[in-house]
């Protein structure tokens, strides 16, 4: 899977599924203060990941993900 | 003394998705039942059900506050906003008035069976999702509607088996009479789904009468076979009547009598004392006699063993007056935990409208119901006072009487 549709298949699913406005969709845009992501979402985006993906988020790998880009990354690396 | 009124009742039910098209069919004795086949390939023994279309919360609520509504949850949603709007409350009166919430519900078992098979193929609880947990807890429907409406005042669940709708009224009431709340959000709600039911199906419980599915339902009648599971959602607005007047709320009915009993017997045989106990309470603390009372909305479900002792019990209390009877559950099935509230609803819009909704399918009386005066076909009839009695497993027993409202009632 290329960057771009690891980009694509995200923001696919974060307006489809998390219901964020496509407005705020934005590779700087932080996760929790600009897509209001909580703990709760961030449970559910496990969810998503491993039915998108086919693997399944660590939290701990997690820890210096803090914007939306950050995140294409870190999905990038896992599928990659 | 504090008076309780009824200011605002939503529905979604097999009869309708609101009280326009529930009134319409519980006139013409429309019945809402018919099969779902997946129950037959599950190993039910009856494929029989009330037939609820589930509503379609996308674009009504946000993701956050639908995750963790489970079915019956939807249901009551959709019950509640009509009732809240019928009441004339809106957002701003809910942030400005502490109201409280009494809702009777007593399973989310499809809630809690496909988190345990998420479990089961992935071996990992985090893939069940955020909403799993709050769509399971027997009081999702007060955890998720409290939370929805921005409620603050009294918050819980009553689990009462099929009595959990007719007690959650019944608390409203006495919250309001003691002077502990103004305003309470009543009601019960059930879930149809063909997981929920397979073990009551498994007692044998359940109507076979697939030939004809709106015939099924038969309460009081000779040849009934059992009970069709059913059920939705029903909102009721109870407030104090001062509360109510100061803001100008139409007032729909007031609740002046609430009787409850515990059988103490066996666990799904009931008990013709301890329904004439709570009814007996109902009608003391309401301060009417049998002549008083215009219509009584049975709980009986057409099983064989409770119509009977219901009958039994009607028999000995209300033969002589020849009170008008009808069980809606000929044309709803039975609406289990939803049932005690939504038959106060149905019993308002009989009131309201000025006609008894007929005990469809009773054709043949049987030796307990034969002297009793059993509505087969609708009947035009004022109404000023009615019965709704309630029954559960464990021998709960709930009974309230409800008078239509009088500017002029003595205080």
């Given amino acids: 899977m290329t960057k771009n549709e690891v980009i694509s298949k995200v923001n696919e699913f974060l307006v489809d599924e998390i219901e964020i406005d496509e407005a705020v969709i934005k590779p700087e845009a932080k996760l929790k203060d600009d897509l209001g992501i909580d703990s709760l979402d961030f449970v559910d985006i496990v969810v998503i990941v491993e039915k998108h993906f086919g693997f399944k988020i660590k939290p701990e790998e997690m820890a210096n993900v803090r914007t939306l880009s950050d995140f294409y990354d870190y999905i990038a690396s896992k599928v990659s | ?411």
């Fill in chain 2, 1 to 411: 003394m504090r008076r309780v009124v009824i200011t605002g009742t939503g529905i979604y039910s097999c009869l309708g998705k609101n009280l326009d098209e529930v009134a319409e069919s519980l006139y013409a004795g429309k019945s809402g039942i018919g099969i779902d086949e997946k129950r037959i390939e599950y190993g039910y023994r009856s494929p029989l059900t009330g037939i609820v279309e589930r509503p379609q919360l996308k674009g009504l609520l946000d993701r956050r506050l639908r995750v963790g509504l489970a079915e019956e949850g939807e249901y009551a949603y959709m019950a509640t906003v009509e009732a809240l709007r019928n009441a004339g409350i809106d957002d701003n009166f809910l942030d400005n008035n502490e109201t409280g919430i009494f809702y009777g519900n007593d399973s989310s078992a499809k809630a809690v069976i496909e988190a345990h098979q998420i479990a089961v193929e992935k071996k990992d609880t985090t893939l069940m999702g955020s909403g799993a947990i709050f769509q399971s807890m027997n009081s999702t429907v007060t955890m998720n509607l409290s939370t929805i409406f921005r409620l603050r005042g009294a918050n819980m669940t009553i689990s009462a088996a099929c009595a959990s709708g007719s007690h959650s009224i019944g608390l409203g009431y006495l919250f309001i009479k003691q002077g502990l709340q103004d305003i309470v959000l009543c009601g019960g709600a059930q879930e149809t789904n063909y997981l929920s039911m397979g073990s009551f199906d498994g007692l044998s419980a359940f109507s076979i009468c697939t030939d004809e599915p709106t015939k099924a339902s038969r309460p009081f009648d000779k040849n009934r076979d059992g009970l069709v599971p059913s059920g939705g959602a029903a909102s009721l607005i109870l407030e104090e009547y001062e509360h109510a007047k100061k803001r100008g709320a139409n007032i729909i009915a007031e609740v002046v009598g609430y009787g409850f009993s515990s059988n103490g017997l066996h666990i799904s045989q009931p008990s013709p004392d301890g329904c004439i106990r709570a009814i007996t309470m109902a009608m003391r603390d309401a301060g009417v006699q049998v002549s008083d009372i215009d219509y009584i909305n049975a709980h009986a479900t057409s099983t064989p063993q409770g119509d009977a002792a219901e009958a039994q019990a009607l028999d000995r209390m209300f033969a002589v007056a020849k009170t008008p009877i009808s069980s809606t559950k000929a044309m709803t099935g039975h609406e289990c935990w939803m049932a005690g509230a939504s038959e106060i609803i149905y019993s308002a819009l009989m009131m309201q409208n000025s006609f008894i909704a007929p005990n469809i399918n009773f054709e043949t009386p049987d030796e307990y119901s034969k002297n009793l005066n059993i509505v087969a076909k609708t009947q035009e009839k004022k109404i000023d006072v009615f019965l709704s009695n309630s029954f559960g497993f464990g021998g709960t027993n709930s009974a309230l009487v409800v008078r239509k409202f009088e500017n002029t009632n003595s205080i």
